[in-house]
């Protein structure tokens, strides 16, 4: 009996890729999926933030409140039904006054989200209900963590420099992250670059962050990308076709 070894092979890559996409699709937002890239802290506010996988149909709550404290405001962002690519990133303009998002659509649903000049963060999270953070994804503070007006990040499972990014006690209005946004190999091997503030430009002349955000917005809104690296998969189907073929080529030898 014959083996179509080829159609085999292709239906098993087809398989394999199907599951991990559904699996992804049917996953919840986790730790890395999303980062800061850029803050204003000065007129009605501005922030960034870059996906760092595909994110289709996702609710997301960014506050200013402290973790365990309800004291500031909460917006919800609707991603929206199209895909959002991994290596893009939204832009959130006049957060303090209902906000807009470049893509999807933002809500103030509890009022007060006002971040303050002299120091203060943000939490990026998912939740089925607002007031109680299922996930902390990412979170920002212009001063230190683990002050009254920028909250501690033990109860977060966040970990500053590595899931999270402050820039100590200056108080900066405005920052944007100039990492590296090309050349690496997976969308996850940024979020330790941009969580790191020696990968970041900031100001902390009062009144000048919308000023520093609005001219760097073309560095803001830059893609990440990935360098293109073979699938898996696709050395253990040359490898199998190159045992076939020496196989194929010794047995002409013995009939020749």
Known sequence: MKLNVTKSIGAWILAVSIATAV??????????D??????????????ALVALTDITNEIVFITDSAPGTSTEGVLQWDTGLATIPAGTVIVFND????????????????????LAQGGDAFYVYSASDFTMPDTYLTAASSDDFGQTSTGDLAATGLVKGVSAIE?????????????????????????????DPMNWDTTTATGDGEVFFDANIAT???????????????????????????TRRKKRRVFA
């Open 220 to 246: 803001i809104t830059t893609s990440f990308t990935v360098a293109a690296v073979p699938e898996p998969g696709s050395f253990a189907v040359l490898g199998f076709a190159g045992c076939c073929m020496l």
């Open 167 to 195: 820039f100590g006690t200056a108080s900066e209005d405005g920052g944007i992250y100039i990492g590296p946004r090309s050349g690496l190999t997976s969308f996850s091997e940024y979020f330790p670059l941009i969580n």
């Open 34 to 47: 999303i980062g800061v890239v850029g803050f204003n802290v000065d007129g009605l506010d501005d922030f």
């Open 95 to 114: 957060a303090s006054d209902g906000g807009t998002s470049s893509i999807g659509t933002l809500f103030e649903i509890d009022n007060g989200f006002n």
């Open 23 to 32: 699996n992804r699709a049917d996953a919840a937002l986790v730790v890395g």
